[in-house]
């Protein structure tokens, strides 16, 4: 998506802020008008507020900060999208032409504090891989995923590209490492 025209963001203290990270996955995510959206993991909602510009939306997050953060600032935006409080996509159902995930992917134990909106288990993999198990459930036969994964996420990285078609959409390097956006779409058997 273009980036942006920022929306008024406002922050909390329990809730991950817009980072370069939210504005790679940004720049990375392909949204065509009136294509259903579905953002996990939305954190202050950035990514859905700006998705619900083009598409239809719905978000996630476990955080219920983030939950009521997000809901706040799309209304202030003047923006619908749909907040679940839930894990990953658990309460939602599809289909959605696009889905996306900034997910926590560094190294370090899973938490339910805010720790949880970067600690992603091992070699920060663990939440990525639930995604990855999870999302075609939710995904339209011919949809898109984008999933922000780290040079370090290497179990993710190989389960991806075993599992789905895979192209790096974007990137950026970050302190010591490197951030990708990845585009997944179904693998077609035909
Ligand atoms: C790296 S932050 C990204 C936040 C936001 N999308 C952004 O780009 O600014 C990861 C987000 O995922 C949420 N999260 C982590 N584990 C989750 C889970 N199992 N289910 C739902 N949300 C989760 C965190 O609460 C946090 O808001």
Redo the contacts with the bound molecule.
Sequence with gaps: MDVPVPARIASHPD?????E??YL?LRGITLRPGERFL??????G??AIEAARIGRVVA????PA?VRLARRNAAENGRRIEVVR???MSAVRGPFEVVAF???YLEGPLADTLE???QGGREGSD?ALRFLEDFPRVLGPSGRAYLLLSAGNRVARSTANRCFRARIVASAPLFFERLDVLELTHIDLR
């Design positions: 809730v991950y802020p817009p980072s990270d939210t996955l953002e996990v993991g939305t954190g202050s950035l990514v996630t997050d476990a955080n983030a839930c894990d990953l900034d997910p926590p949880a909106a970067w939440v």
